[in-house]
């Protein structure tokens, strides 16, 4: 496949990059922590993950790079450490292909100490479709990414098969409310609502995600939703904007 080809020039070519998107703290403003999304940087063209994530998955190069952004990631965190105050913590996404990879953890920890990361700076966000297959692989997966110091959050939360069973033996620490069920808020807020209270119940954090219009933001404060990330604060950033923009030089 032709797209399939080009993706692998690119990942050798540099071409890929991470855009940043601050999480706020929604009652204070602060910023709590950043997404990274992975960019394709292709001549003039900005093509989205959305797009190539996808063909990434089905021909198996995400996993060289998924192993890409891990270990941008902790560069780009040893960099922020070097040259900043109060560096924020990086949340990368990681596939169901790449989390059902037994080496995974091992890698992360890997990069993270050969670059003098600290755990508590990296987060994981997977999604719903990374354990259903093997609960229990999953469950020891997290478990040792937990126990390691990384947080673990699920993304996209409400959207796959969720089982409200299976999320009681997951070690996770963060659910984020899919922007699915922000779109619609305050009008249509019976998921949103659901998810909130099961994270209390839970003593899990929450995000909410693609938050864009005030009166969501309003309904989410309201109901002390702790953390948002969205356009309403900032569309993911390439790297120097967001360094301009959120990070305070030493
Ligand atoms: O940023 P954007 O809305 O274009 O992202 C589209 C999708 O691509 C989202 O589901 C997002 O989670 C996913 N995505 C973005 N960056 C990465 C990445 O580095 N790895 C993986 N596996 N998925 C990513
Ligand atoms: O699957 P994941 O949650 O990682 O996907 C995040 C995607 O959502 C990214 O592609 C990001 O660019 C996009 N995104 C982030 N904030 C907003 C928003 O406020 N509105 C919309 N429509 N998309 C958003
Ligand atoms: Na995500
Ligand atoms: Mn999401």
Redesign the pocket.
């Known amino acids: 496949l032709k797209i399939e080809a080009d993706l692998h020039h690119a990942l050798n070519k540099e071409q890929l990059e991470l855009h940043f998107q601050p999480k706020i703290n929604l009652m204070t403003g602060d910023i709590v922590g950043v997404e990274?999304?992975?960019r394709w940087r292709n001549g003039e063209k900005l093509i989205?993950?959305?797009v190539f994530?996808p063909i990434a998955e089905e021909s198996g190069l995400?996993v060289a790079?998924?192993q890409w952004?891990i270990k941008q990631t902790c560069m780009i965190l040893a960099e922020w450490r070097k040259n900043y105050n109060n560096v924020p913590p990086i949340a990368?996404?990681?596939?169901s292909k790449?989390f059902v990879d037994p080496k995974l953890v091992s890698q992360i920890k890997q990069q993270a100490l050969s670059r003098h990361v600290p755990s508590h700076l990296i987060e994981i966000?997977i999604t719903e479709s990374s354990f259903i297959n093997d609960i229990q692989f999953a469950i020891a997966q997290i478990e040792q990414l937990t126990s390691a110091g990384f947080k673990v959050a699920i993304?996209?939360f409400g959207t796959g098969y969720s089982s409200l069973s299976y999320l009681k033996l997951l070690p996770i620490n963060t659910l984020k409310i899919d922007r699915a069920f922000i779109e619609g808020l305050p009008e249509n807020d019976a998921i949103a609502s659901t998810i909130l209270m099961l994270g209390k119940q839970m003593k899990l954090d929450i995000v909410a995600e693609g938050i864009d219009e005030k009166k969501q933001l309003n309904w989410l404060k309201e109901k002390q939703c702790p953390i948002g990330q969205g356009y309403l604060f900032s569309k993911?950033l390439p790297k120097e904007q967001f360094e301009k923009l959120y990070m305070q030089p030493k």
């Not at 990368?92 to 596939?95: Q, Y």
């Open positions: 990274a999304l992975m989205s993950p959305g994530i995400i790079i998924g952004v990368i996404n990681i596939a790449q966000e993304d996209d993911p």
